[in-house]
């Protein structure tokens, strides 16, 4: 991976400096957004929805990843999916191999013939999945290890399912609170690549609500990163955890102002995108986005 930015004047004096990596993103236009069913408790079918709100502050999104020096790929809409904006429940990707989700819910379970046709016709080796899971929305990789969210979508079986497929340590964390459904909306995970060899820090760190997990879960996590940001339920709870994160640019929600105070204060920088209209759909900016991770 490419070095592009290194944070200096940006970045506290005390702070280490971090770099950017230049991404490999997966998104998809919200153009059939709207919010006519209920799958979490942030969707509310009867409040209205306006897709070209959706339209414009999602482009924002992409045209800041583009900016950034990622490179975007999209996905075309399907009419009747509202939900499919949210690609990073649309699988998950290392090594140029893809596992595609099986959706918990009948109404997104149509989206995974589209997510496999995408990444067969990109050229992944694309596995197709026994097990309930959805993606990126509940498995993140931090180093050498992913962590697998389970207790409202993805199954305890699809976290033995995607070592098996990676070969990889599993880590299981159950979440708790309804609200925080997908393990992206309880953890962050700032630094995509580790290694200083690979102009990473010596270990991946991540942010998480300490709050979204069982109490086995927590202590897992204390005792894996102990130098974890720690976010208050207050940022929790506007979504400020579903941001992305190149290892220096931070992209997260505006809402969430004590863990802009956080990153700054370690060296990151955030930049804020507002996706009001897509956290209509109880998703934000990490649900848009979906990490493509090719063969190294
Ligand atoms: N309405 C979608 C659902 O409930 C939102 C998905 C959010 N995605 C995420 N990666 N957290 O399935």
């Known amino acids: 991976m490419s070095v592009e930015t290194t944070a200096s004047e940006t970045a506290v ?100 013939p589209a997510f496999a046709d995408w990444f067969r016709g990109a050229g992944y080796d694309t596995v197709i999945p026994e097990e309930v899971n959805e993606g990126e929305g509940d498995f993140l990789l931090v180093g050498d290890v992913i962590l697998a969210g389970t207790g409202f979508r993805s199954t305890g079986d699809s ?41 990473g820090p010596e270990r991946a760190n991540i942010a998480y609500l300490p709050g979204a997990f069982d109490d086995a879960s927590r202590a897992i996590l204390e005792e894996r990163f102990p130098d974890a940001i720690l976010v208050s339920d207050e940022d929790g709870s506007v979504f400020g955890l579903n941001s992305s994160s190149d290892g220096y640019n931070v992209i997260m929600s505006p809402r969430a102002k004590g863990f802009e105070k956080q990153l700054r204060e370690r060296g990151y920088n955030p930049i804020m995108i507002d996706l009001s209209e897509l956290l209509l759909g109880g998703g934000g900016i990490k649900c848009c986005t979906l990490e493509l991770r090719g063969r190294s």
């Open 13 to 112: 004096s005390a702070a280490p400096a971090r770099t950017a990596h230049r991404r490999h993103y997966l998104m998809c236009e919200p153009a059939h957004f709207t919010v006519n069913y209920s799958i979490n408790p942030w969707m509310e079918p009867t409040k209205p929805t306006d897709t070209a709100r959706a339209v414009e502050q999602w482009q924002k999104l992409h045209d800041l990843y583009v900016e950034l020096g990622h490179e975007v790929e999209l996905i075309e809409p399907l009419a009747g999916y509202p939900d499919m904006v949210y690609t990073a429940n649309g699988g998950f990707v290392i090594d140029g191999r893809a596992y595609v989700p099986k959706f918990r819910f009948v109404e997104r379970q149509g989206e995974a």
């Open 159 to 199: 976290h033995h399912e995607v070592g098996e497929v990676f070969g990889r340590e599993v880590v299981s964390l159950t979440l708790t609170d309804p609200r925080f459904y997908h393990l992206d909306t309880a953890i962050a995970v700032l630094d995509p690549v580790q290694g200083v060899e690979n102009g």
